[in-house]
């Protein structure tokens, strides 16, 4: 058998180009500068920050301040409330329609003071403040917008305190104040 020899070539060689070591080299560069750029940048916002709050203001203090509100609270209730009683504010606010067509809408905050170191009492008027809601609903539901601008704020203090006190029996509430009692038109 007579066998021709094959050609033997050389392999071929890849396609694919190796990476530019001056590429990796490169960004390596460009993500330190970056870097650098962001610190400086911090440290400016920075100290323009401190020489805003120290330094333009003659020392730390806020740049704006408001005036000072006189206080709302009348003078009798302050001489009313003797040390170490407590506020009941757990009625919370809320809001009642009027029997006004169309009706008018009351916002409503009571408090009253009471003893904290007596629990039992606390309790109940913990327990009463659906109740206390609901008697002060039915009574301005009942009134017209009318009629409670012309009532006098002490006769529906008073109405609400004898109500309030014919559910309760382990204490009586002495004086109730409104926190809120405004007219929505």
Same mark, same amino acid.
């Given at each position: 058998m007579n066998?021709?020899?094959? /050609?033997?070539?050389?392999?071929?060689?890849?396609q694919a180009k190796p990476p530019?070591?001056? !590429?990796?080299?490169?960004? !390596?560069?460009?993500?330190r500068i970056l870097l650098i750029l962001l610190l400086a940048l911090i440290l400016?916002?920075?100290?323009?920050?401190?020489?805003?709050?120290?330094?333009?203001?003659?020392?730390?203090?806020?740049?704006?301040?408001?005036?000072?509100l006189p206080s709302f609270t009348p003078q009798k209730r302050q001489e009313q409330i003797p040390a170490?009683? !407590?506020?009941?504010? !757990?009625?919370?606010?809320?809001?009642?329609v009027t029997a006004d067509s169309p009706p008018m809408t009351v916002v409503l905050s009571i408090a009253f003071p009471y003893a904290p170191e007596d629990r039992a009492f606390a309790e109940e008027l913990d327990s009463k403040i659906q109740d206390f809601r609901n008697i002060a609903s /039915?009574?301005?539901?009942?009134?017209? /917008?009318?009629e409670l601008r012309q009532a006098h704020e002490d006769m529906i203090k008073a109405e609400l305190l004898r109500r309030y006190n014919s559910i309760l029996q382990l204490g009586q509430?002495?004086?109730?104040?409104?926190?809120?009692?405004m007219l929505l038109f």
């Amino acid at each position: 058998m007579n066998q021709t020899p094959k /050609a033997v070539h050389p392999p071929e060689k890849s396609q694919a180009k190796p990476p530019l070591k001056g !590429g990796s080299l490169m960004g !390596g560069i460009l993500y330190r500068i970056l870097l650098i750029l962001l610190l400086a940048l911090i440290l400016v916002l920075a100290g323009v920050t401190v020489y805003a709050l120290v330094f333009r203001n003659g020392g730390i203090r806020p740049l704006v301040t408001l005036p000072r509100l006189p206080s709302f609270t009348p003078q009798k209730r302050q001489e009313q409330i003797p040390a170490g009683t !407590g506020m009941f504010t !757990g009625i919370g606010r809320f809001r009642v329609v009027t029997a006004d067509s169309p009706p008018m809408t009351v916002v409503l905050s009571i408090a009253f003071p009471y003893a904290p170191e007596d629990r039992a009492f606390a309790e109940e008027l913990d327990s009463k403040i659906q109740d206390f809601r609901n008697i002060a609903s /039915a009574y301005f539901s009942a009134h017209t /917008a009318e009629e409670l601008r012309q009532a006098h704020e002490d006769m529906i203090k008073a109405e609400l305190l004898r109500r309030y006190n014919s559910i309760l029996q382990l204490g009586q509430i002495t004086v109730l104040y409104f926190n809120d009692f405004m007219l929505l038109f």
